[in-house]
C-alpha cells in the first residue's frame, strides 16, 4: 500500500511571506497523481493543485506551486505572498486507479 | 466540473438511533464515489468508495454501511450509532480515473 507523509503537523508564517509544506510518499509505482488539498475552518476540502508523475515540470497555480522531486518521492508546496484566508488544514494525497491516500495534515496558520 | 452535495450539515442523534446521511453528485456521470469519516483535527478515514451502482468496497469493519441505488447517489447507514460513530463525514466523487476527487460540505455527526 501507498503511504503519504506530512511530518509538519503545525506551521505558522507571517502574511505576505513565503512558506514551504512538505509531503514525503511510498510507491513502487511509476505512473501516479499527487495533489494538494486545502481545508479552511469550514471544513470544505479545496483542491489547491495537482501534479502528474509522468510530468517534470512543476505544476502552479497563481501563488501556490509544488516542487516535485520523483526520485526522492517528495511533493512540496510553496506558498508565496501568504494571505490570512491560507490560514488552513493542508492535506497531500497519492492517486492511483482511483485509489487515494492522504497524509496526516499540515495545520498553517498565517500570522497578520 | 462537478458538485457535491450533502445532507444534513449537522446532526445529532442518541445512542442507539438509525442513521442515513445522503450525496448526490452533480455535472458529471458515472463518478466514482467516496465516504470519508475525519476526527477533530486528523485526517481522512476511507469508509467506502463505490464505482458504480451497487458496487460497494468497504474499507473498514465498522457500524456503518453505504448503499448506491442511482448512479449519483451515495448513501451512508447505520441501524444503531455508537458513541465512536461521532465525527465529520465526507463525501467525495472523482469523475474518472485520471482525476481528482470533489468534495461535499461534509456533515458533522453527535451521537449522544
Known amino acids: 500500500a501507498q503511504t503519504v507523509t506530512q511530518s509538519q503537523p503545525e506551521m505558522s508564517v507571517q502574511e505576505a511571506e513565503t512558506v514551504t509544506l512538505s509531503c514525503t510518499y511510498d510507491?513502487?509505482?511509476?505512473?501516479?497523481?499527487l495533489f494538494w488539498y486545502k481545508q479552511p475552518p469550514s471544513r470544505q476540502m479545496i483542491l489547491v493543485i495537482r501534479?502528474?508523475?509522468?510530468?517534470?515540470q512543476n505544476a502552479t497555480e497563481n501563488r501556490f506551486s509544488v516542487n516535485f522531486q520523483k526520485a526522492a518521492k517528495s511533493f512540496s508546496l510553496k506558498i508565496s505572498d501568504s494571505q490570512l484566508g491560507d490560514t488552513a488544514m493542508y492535506f497531500c494525497?497519492?492517486?492511483?486507479?482511483?485509489?487515494?491516500?492522504f497524509g496526516t495534515g499540515t495545520s498553517l496558520t498565517v500570522i497578520p | 466540473s462537478q458538485t457535491i452535495h450533502q445532507w444534513p450539515a449537522t446532526l445529532v442523534q442518541p445512542v442507539g438511533s438509525p442513521l442515513s446521511l445522503e450525496c448526490t453528485v452533480e455535472?458529471?456521470?458515472?463518478?466514482?464515489l467516496y465516504w470519508y469519516r475525519q476526527a477533530a483535527g486528523r485526517g481522512l478515514q476511507l469508509l467506502f468508495y463505490?464505482?458504480?451502482?451497487?458496487?460497494i468496497s468497504s474499507e473498514v469493519p465498522q457500524n456503518l454501511s453505504a448503499s448506491r441505488p442511482q448512479d449519483r447517489q451515495f448513501i451512508l447507514s447505520s441501524k444503531k450509532l455508537l458513541l465512536s460513530d461521532s465525527g465529520f463525514y465526507l463525501c467525495?466523487?472523482?469523475?474518472?480515473?485520471?482525476?481528482?476527487?470533489?468534495f461535499g460540505p461534509g456533515t458533522r455527526l453527535t451521537v449522544t
Open positions: 455535472g458529471t456521470s458515472n463518478p466514482n
Open positions: 501534479q502528474e508523475a509522468y510530468k517534470q
Open positions: 510507491t513502487s509505482e511509476s505512473n501516479y497523481y
Open positions: 494525497a497519492f492517486m492511483k486507479l482511483s485509489q487515494f491516500y
Open positions: 463505490s464505482v458504480g451502482i451497487g458496487q
Open positions: 467525495a466523487g472523482q469523475a474518472g480515473e485520471l482525476y481528482e476527487q470533489y
